[in-house]
């Protein structure tokens, strides 16, 4: 079955840029989705297809995949983005989702 | 306002079945596919299953297939989830999420789950 690799934890100062990695075979050749969870809250759509932003979501948070790996960039990060962010794609009709990150603001 | 609420979560044994019903409101909902995705206590996000707009289209994780049952009632704006054979791995938070599907000359793709329910809890225990 195909997955999805993410760190479990990356830390970032404030003011300064998040990079979270999610890393599968070819995910380059399949759109991404990155999804933000904060304690105790449902999931929020934070890019899809990649690279585009819903409406709402701040422009700090941009998306990018490649090759193997997608990556969600979080410039000027700020206190309240301290949260899980999961990665996910779709594979032979099946949802994948990474096994998600912990970012710290500290 | 667009919303998703779950409802049908509790306690059950082993062996048990459970069905979890998603209310949709301030949207077409006929127009949108739907998933469901649970998160065991403490773990990630899983995708669960998958039904087209229409309902004619169920996709299962593996852990779930043969045990779980997607469906839904664009009359009544609604999303179940019939769930048998439950075990303990079974015991999460069970979120239904929209979606659309887009598709042009070439290709069709997903364009992503952008809400979510609030969640229904299911404990499985013995």
């Known amino acids: 079955s195909y997955e999805l690799t993410q760190p479990p934890s990356v830390s970032v100062s404030p003011g300064q840029t998040a990079s979270i990695t999610c890393s599968g075979d070819?995910?380059?050749?399949?759109y991404t989705w990155w999804f933000q969870q904060r304690p105790g809250q449902s999931p929020v759509l934070v890019i899809?297809?990649?690279?585009r932003r819903p409406s709402g979501i701040p422009e700090r948070f941009s998306g990018s995949n490649s090759g193997n790996t997608a990556t969600l960039t979080i410039s000027g990060t700020q206190a309240m983005d301290d949260a899980d962010y999961y990665c996910?794609?779709?594979?032979?009709?099946?949802?994948?989702f990474g096994g998600g990150t912990k970012l710290t603001v500290l | 306002e667009v919303r998703l609420v779950e409802s049908g979560g509790g306690l059950v044994q082993v062996g048990g079945s459970r069905r979890l019903s998603c209310s949709a409101s301030?949207?077409?909902?006929?127009?949108?596919?739907m998933n469901w995705v649970r998160q065991a206590p403490g773990k990630g996000l899983e995708w669960v299953s998958h039904?087209?707009?229409?309902?004619?289209?169920?996709l299962y994780a593996d852990s779930v297939k043969g045990r779980f049952t997607i469906s839904r009632d664009n009359a009544k704006n609604s999303l179940y989830l019939q769930m048998n054979s439950l075990s303990a791995e079974d015991t999460a938070v069970y979120y239904c999420?929209?979606?659309?599907?887009?598709?042009?000359?070439?290709?069709?793709?997903?364009?992503?789950?952008?809400?979510w329910g609030q969640g229904t809890t299911v404990t499985v225990s013995s």
């Open positions: 070819k995910l380059g050749d399949k």
């Open positions: 301030g949207f077409s909902f006929s127009g949108f596919e």
């Open positions: 899809y297809q990649d690279d």
């Open positions: 996910q794609a779709w594979d032979s009709s099946t949802g994948v």
């Open positions: 999420a929209r979606d659309r599907l887009h598709c042009d000359s070439t290709s069709c793709y997903f364009e992503g789950m952008d809400v």
């Open positions: 039904i087209s707009s229409r309902g004619t289209t169920m």
